[in-house]
C-alpha cells in the first residue's frame, strides 16, 4: 500500500505526541525488562525443583547371602519395571568403600567386616510414584502380608518422610512461580495495551476529523499501528540492551559460582531476547488497533 | 491556472439563471438535478430533544440555501444527516439522486470525499500545519504528492492564506482557522458544501470575509447550504432561506430574511465587489458523486 505515506505519518505523530508516546515506550521497556529478568529466574527455579526431584532413590537391599545369580535376576526383574528409569547396582565392597571415605573413624572401629549389604539404586521413573514401587517392592507390607517380590530382597527403603517432604516442596516451588509468570505477563499485557489505549483516545478527535474528510478506516488505522509497532521495538530495543547490559556485568561473572544461575534448563540468551521483542511489537501494535475500533465507528 | 480565472467569469455570469421552485419538484424519484432532497425524514434522539420531524425539502444545484432555527431546532441534526453521521429514523435522504440510506459502510468514507464540510468548531487537525490539514483531504483520495504539492498552495492562496502556509491550528486566529478549514472542504471541488454555524465562533468582520468565501464558491457551481444563527447576514444576503422549528420546517422562502419581520439593513452585494480571493473549480462539476456509489 502507501507504505511511505504510512511511515511518514507514524513518524509525524510520534513526533508530535512525545509524551504519550514516552509513557506508551517506557511501559513496554519496564514489563520487558521485568519478564527478561523473571522468566529466566522462574525456569532456574523449576529446573532446580526437577533436580531435587530427580535425586529421589529407592534402595533395595539384597540378602546377606545373595549370589551375583540373584543379583542378576533381581536386577532384570526391576529393569523390566515399567515405574523404574534405571538401576545402579553398589556392591559390598563398593558400598563400604564409600562408606569408609565420608565417615573414616566409625569405619575404621568395624575392624575388616563389612556389615553393609549388596544394593540395588533404582531411580523411578516418576518421583511421585516413589511410595507406590517401595511397597511394591518390600517383601512385607505394613500388615505383615506378603508380596510376590524376589525372595533375594531383604528389605527395601526410602527414606519416607524425606522423600514426601521433597516432593510437596517442589511442587510448591512449581506452582507458585508458575503463577507468579503468568500474573506478571498479564499485568505486562495489560499495562501496554491500556497505555497505548489511552494514547489512541487522547486523539479520537483527530479520528473524528479525519473520518469527516473521508479517509477510510485503514487509511487511519495502518499509520496508527505502525507507530505502536515502532514505539513497542523502540522500547523493547531498550529492555534487551539494559538486560543485555545486566547479564554481561552482573550474571556472566557469577555463573561459576551458582549453580543455580548456571542451570542447563534457562532459556538463551538470544532466544529470550527474540521472544521479548516479539512480545513487546505485537502487544503494541494490536493494542493500538483494537483501541482504535472504537473510535473509527462514527 | 490563468484560464480558470476567465472561467470562473464566465460561470458567474452563467449562475444568474432564473431559481425553480424545489418544492413543485420534491416528489420525483431521484431528481438528479436536486443536490439535495429529504422526503419525510425523521430522527429522534433518546433523550426526547427534539431532532427531525418529517422533514421534506429540495435544494436544486448550485443553490446557496440558509438553514435558522433555535438551537435544539434540528439543523445540526440536519447536517449530521447528511453527512452519514447519523441515520434517519424514517424517510429517505436523496443527494445528488440518490438514496444515502443505500450507501454501506464500506462505500461512506468515498461519499464524504463528495462533500465540503465546515464546522462551528473547525475541526482542524491540531497537530498539523496549515498546510498539511489542506493536503490530508487529498492525501485520503491517493492524490500523488507532487500534485498535492502544486494545488494546496494554490487553494491557500485563493482563501487568503498565502503566507500562513507552515503555521499550526493554533498560531492563527479563528477567522483564519476557518478560512483553512474552507479550503479543506473545497480543495477537491466538491459538488456541495454543508457549513454547520460557520461564522459561530467569529466576530461580525470576520463573519462577512467568511460568508463571502462560501458565496464566492457557490457562485462556481457548488451548491452550498449553511446552517446559521446570524441574523444579519441571512437579512444582508437576500438567498433562499429554510426554518426549522421543533424539527419541523416552517417556512422555505426564497430569498428570504432570517426572521419573517425583519427589515434588510443594506444589500450584502457591496461587500462582494470588494477584491476577495476566488475559489476555483474543476472544469465539470458535476457528478462525482457516482463515484461514491461504484462497488
Known amino acids: ?263 542447563p534448563q534457562t532459556i538463551g540468551f538470544g532466544m529470550l531476547v527474540g521472544v521479548l521483542f516479539l512480545a513487546g511489537v505485537v502487544v503494541s501494535a494490536c493494542g493500538s488497533a483494537l483501541s482504535l475500533r472504537r473510535f473509527l465507528n462514527v | 491556472m490563468a484560464a480558470t480565472e476567465h472561467e470562473l467569469r464566465l460561470r458567474d455570469t452563467r449562475s444568474a439563471q432564473p431559481q425553480l421552485d424545489p418544492r413543485m419538484l420534491a416528489v420525483r424519484p431521484g431528481d438528479p438535478a436536486n443536490a439535495i432532497e429529504l422526503r419525510n425524514v425523521s430522527r429522534t434522539y433518546d433523550t426526547s430533544k427534539a431532532g427531525l420531524n418529517e422533514a421534506s425539502f429540495a435544494v436544486r444545484r448550485g443553490e446557496f440555501v440558509f438553514l435558522v432555527g433555535q438551537t435544539g431546532s434540528g439543523k445540526s441534526t440536519l447536517m449530521r444527516l447528511l453527512i452519514k453521521e447519523l441515520e434517519p429514523d424514517s424517510g429517505s435522504i436523496l443527494v445528488a439522486g440518490r438514496d444515502i440510506g443505500e450507501l454501506r459502510r464500506k462505500q461512506i468514507p468515498f461519499y464524504r470525499r463528495n462533500l465540503g464540510v465546515v464546522f462551528q468548531d473547525f475541526k482542524l487537525l491540531p497537530n498539523r500545519t496549515v498546510h498539511d490539514n489542506v493536503a490530508y483531504a487529498l492525501q485520503v483520495t491517493g492524490m500523488g504528492r507532487r500534485e498535492i504539492r502544486s494545488k494546496v498552495p494554490d487553494i491557500l492562496r485563493l482563501t487568503g492564506l498565502a503566507t500562513k502556509l507552515h503555521h499550526y491550528p493554533d498560531q492563527l486566529s479563528g477567522g483564519e482557522q476557518q478560512r483553512v478549514a474552507i479550503a479543506r472542504a473545497f480543495v477537491n471541488h466538491p459538488p456541495l458544501l454543508l457549513a454547520d454555524e460557520p461564522t459561530g465562533n467569529l466576530d461580525p468582520e470576520t463573519s462577512i470575509g467568511i460568508m463571502q468565501l462560501l458565496y464566492r464558491i457557490n457562485r462556481t457551481g457548488t451548491t452550498v447550504l449553511v446552517a446559521t444563527h446570524d441574523a444579519d447576514m441571512v437579512d444582508r444576503m437576500r438567498r433562499r432561506v429554510i426554518e426549522l422549528e421543533r424539527g419541523r420546517i416552517i417556512r422555505d422562502e426564497l430569498a428570504g430574511r432570517y426572521a419573517p419581520s425583519d427589515v434588510s439593513t443594506a444589500e450584502f452585494g457591496a461587500l462582494l465587489s470588494e477584491p476577495a480571493p476566488a475559489p476555483q473549480r474543476a472544469p465539470d462539476p458535476a457528478d462525482d458523486f457516482d463515484q461514491a456509489f461504484v462497488d
Open chain 1, 1 to 263: 500500500m502507501r507504505l511511505g505515506f504510512c511511515i511518514r505519518e507514524a513518524l509525524r505523530s510520534l513526533r508530535r505526541n512525545a509524551v504519550p508516546s514516552f509513557a506508551a515506550l517506557a511501559s513496554v521497556l519496564v514489563t520487558l525488562l521485568v519478564l527478561g529478568v523473571f522468566i529466566p529466574i522462574v525456569q532456574a527455579t523449576t529446573g532446580a525443583a526437577n533436580d531435587v526431584r530427580g535425586k529421589v532413590l529407592v534402595n533395595v537391599y539384597l540378602q546377606d547371602d545373595a549370589t551375583p545369580a540373584d543379583v542378576t535376576r533381581v536386577r532384570a526383574a526391576l529393569v523390566a519395571d515399567p515405574q523404574v528409569r534405571s538401576v545402579e547396582f553398589v556392591s559390598k565392597e563398593a558400598a563400604l568403600r564409600r562408606e569408609s571415605e565420608q565417615n573414616p573413624d566409625a569405619y575404621k572401629l568395624l575392624g575388616g567386616t563389612n556389615p553393609l549389604p549388596d544394593t540395588l539404586r533404582v531411580t523411578p521413573k516418576n518421583p511421585d510414584n516413589v511410595l507406590a514401587l517401595v511397597t511394591k517392592l518390600a517383601p512385607t507390607q505394613g500388615d505383615g502380608g506378603v508380596t510376590g517380590a524376589d525372595p533375594a530382597i531383604e528389605s527395601v527403603r526410602s527414606s519416607k518422610d524425606d522423600t514426601e517432604k521433597i516432593l510437596t516442596a517442589t511442587k510448591v516451588v512449581k506452582y507458585t512461580t508458575g503463577l507468579l509468570a503468568l500474573l506478571l505477563i498479564v499485568a505486562s499485557i495489560l499495562l501496554i495495551s491500556n497505555t497505548v489505549r489511552l494514547s489512541v483516545f487522547a486523539r479520537r478527535r483527530e479520528v473524528q476529523v479525519m473520518k469527516l474528510v473521508g479517509a477510510t478506516d485503514g487509511f487511519i488505522r495502518w499509520p496508527f499501528v505502525l507507530e505502536g509497532i515502532l514505539l513497542g521495538a523502540m522500547g523493547a530495543t531498550l529492555a534487551v540492551l539494559l538486560l543485555g547490559v545486566i547479564k554481561v556485568a552482573l550474571i556472566d561473572p557469577l555463573v561459576s559460582d551458582f549453580a543455580l544461575l548456571a542451570a
